[in-house]
Each structure stands twice: as structure tokens, then as C-alpha cells.
């Protein structure tokens, strides 16, 4: 029996898009106030120490993707540069496991705008949320993109929209201009690198990309591209953003917020936070859509090269798409969502990430070493790998610095 491939379908303009919302998600919607917490007016410093984290690990995939233009992502990558087939599947489950947590973690942020709107039990809304994208994913690539490119526009006018209305309404009740510039104290330099830790969650997705590697034409070309637009996109938007949200909301509202953008520009009528809430509900489905997919084609390739199990390696032969590997990631984001809280969940992603990027960066330094790369590849200096993993390795010095007391 002739097994069924996948459909190159993605062109760099929806792969960037496509890109960008993955990374442009219920994430920032959700997490705005909880940064804030605990980085206060230094909010947008955090969130570019998270970028910095992001950039180089961003670099590296980039890189893996065009030596190996493959479904199954780190576990790919990790068989090529280890040559150990376990590790390989544990770090495959490792990514599936930040997939399905931050899908979990967009569940609860989707129920937490929908509160604008409506109130229902967190069970029926998360169950609902999970089953729809779960049936979107295993629907189809084309249509899921289509989807994601969709809502992603749209995402990205909600923080143009919220900016506009704050800078327009010219009310300036937070954090004076002063504040926001750090000093060299070791308590500034904490909560940055603290709330950086917690950002990083906002700028992941980026990884999910390099999975939909065999349905993108021309994926040595295509893939490095899509994925620095993005990020140059997405760090733009959530520095302005940041800025004007800290400084026109007191942060005793903005901290801890479960609709953070709502309340930034609540003040200028009931219409614009609604507005605002309808967005982040939109941002919700995209970026929870876009895990699910990811955790699926990671469980594809890996069923598929013998890696786990391989009844999840099946694309279905009328969708083109892994519709077992689908529903089992599905039902992994939905047991996630009924067991944890969001803050919870979120560290637990942010911290997972770190360990797959210093790995997939120490891989990649090894893999320089020992094998050429295909002429068309994306190369860099390993300098790259090595700032990242000094960058990793800061950020998590003080998150168990902060654990220690």
C-alpha cells in the first residue's frame, strides 16, 4: 500500500502569516497582567528579555529546518545530532508537551474573555473550544492556515486598535515615563529577567512552524524567511503595546488582569473593551489551533520514523492530515485544561521551552561538527548557539534564584 503524503500547500506569505500567529496569540492577551505583577513598569523590558531568549532559539530551528525540511521537529533534529533514538522520542514528547500545555493554557484565556460576553461553567467552554479546533485540525492544512491567517489580521488590529485608543484618548493614569527605564539595581535586574521568563511564553510558537515543514513549498527558502518576519513583527507590537499599556493603566488594575487589553481601554466606553474581548477570544482559537496542529504532525513524524508509536504516523487518505495524532493531542489539551490553572500552566510551558531550546542549540553546536549542511540550508555562526544558551541559562538562574526565596 502506497502511503499518503502530505500536501505542499503553504506559500511564504501564509506561512508568515501563519507564523506570526503562532506567536501572536491569546498568550500576550492573557499574560499582559500577570508580567506586569512582576516586572511592574519595567513590563516591556521583560518582554524583550523573552524575545532575545526567543531570537537565538528561533536562529537555530531556523537552521534544522532547512538541514532537515521535515514533519517531526526536535525529535528529527535530535536523532540527527545525537544519534540516540530514546532521546530523540523523549524530546519529541517534551515538544508535544509544550504544545498541548500552551493549547491548555489558550483554553483557559479564550474562557476568560468569553466572560465579557456570557458566563458558563469552565468545563462546558473548555470541552466545546477543544473539540471544535480539534475537528478544524484534523479537517485540513489548507483550511486550518486559512483560518489562522485570518485571525491573525485580525489579532494583530486588536493591539493597533488598543494602542490607537489609549494614545488617542490621551489618558495617561499609569506608570509616569521616568519609571520605565531601569536602573542598575539587582531588584530591576530580578524582575526583568523574572517577568522575561514568563514572557517567553508569548513569543512561543515560532518552534511549531518548522513542523509544518513538508507541507510548505520550497521549505529551504520559505522557512528562515516566514519565521524572522514574524518575530521582528511580533516584538514590535507587543513592545508598543507594553509601553502604552503600562503607562496609561494604574498598575494595581493591570497586574494579574485575566483580560488585560480589555482594561487598558475600558475607559473609553463598555464598546471598546468588548471589542477588545471579541479579539482576544479570536486570538484564543488561533493560537490553540495552531498547538494542536503542531503537537499532531510532531506525533506524525515521530510514529511515522519509528520513534513512538506507530499508529499515530497515519495520515488520513481523504484529509491528507494526521487525524489519530489529531484527536490524541486533543484530548491531552482538554485533560490539561480541566486539571490546571493558567499562571500554572504557563511557567510550566515557559520552562519546558528553555530546556528543548538549550538542547536543540547544544544539538545543533554538535551537528556543526560532524556533517555538512545541504548547499541551499540557512547556516549561522555557531556564536548564535552559544549566546543562547548563555541567554537560557540566565533566565533560569533567576527563576530558581525566585524559587529559593
Known sequence: MTETALKRSISLPSLTLYSLGTIVGAGFYALLGEVAAIAGPLTPWAFLAGCIAALFAMLTYAEFATRYPQSGGVAIYAQRAFGKEGLSGLLGWTAIATGVVSAAVLTH???????????????????????????????GISESVMVAVVITAIEVGGMLLVAGAVISGGEFRGAEPSALVPSLSMMDAGAILLGGFLSLYAFIG??????????????????????MISLGIT?????????????????????GSEAPLADVVRRRGPGWAVTVSLIGLLAGINGA?????????????????????????????????????????????????LSLDI?????????????????????????????????????????????GLATIAILMVARVLSWLG
Open 343 to 387: 499562571a500554572a500552566l504557563a511557567g510550566i510551558t515557559s520552562f519546558i521551552a528553555l530546556l528543548l531550546f538549550a538542547v536543540m542549540h547544544a544539538g545543533l553546536l554538535r551537528l556543526k561538527h560532524c556533517e555538512e549542511s545541504a548547499p541551499d540550508a540557512f547556516v549561522l555562526s555557531p556564536v548564535i548557539q552559544w549566546l
Open 109 to 139: 484565556a479564550f474562557a476568560g474573555y468569553l466572560t465579557e460576553f456570557i458566563r458558563l461553567p469552565d468545563w462546558l467552554v473548555f470541552t466545546l473550544f477543544v473539540l471544535a479546533l480539534g475537528a478544524l485540525a484534523a479537517w
Open 206 to 227: 515560532f518552534e511549531d512552524v518548522v513542523n509544518v515543514a513538508e507541507e510548505v513549498k520550497q521549505p529551504r527558502r520559505t522557512l528562515p524567511k516566514a519565521l
Open 289 to 337: 489551533l495552531v498547538q494542536i496542529i503542531m503537537a499532531s504532525r510532531v506525533m506524525y513524524g515521530m510514529g511515522r520514523d519509528g520513534i513512538s508509536f506507530s499508529w499515530l504516523g497515519v495520515a488520513h487518505p481523504y484529509t491528507r492530515t494526521p487525524v489519530r495524532a489529531t484527536i490524541f493531542a486533543s484530548m491531552l489539551v482538554l485533560v490539561l485544561a
Open 235 to 255: 516584538t514590535l507590537l507587543y513592545l508598543g503595546v507594553s509601553i502604552v499599556a503600562v503607562l496609561a493603566t494604574p498598575l494595581p488594575e493591570l497586574q
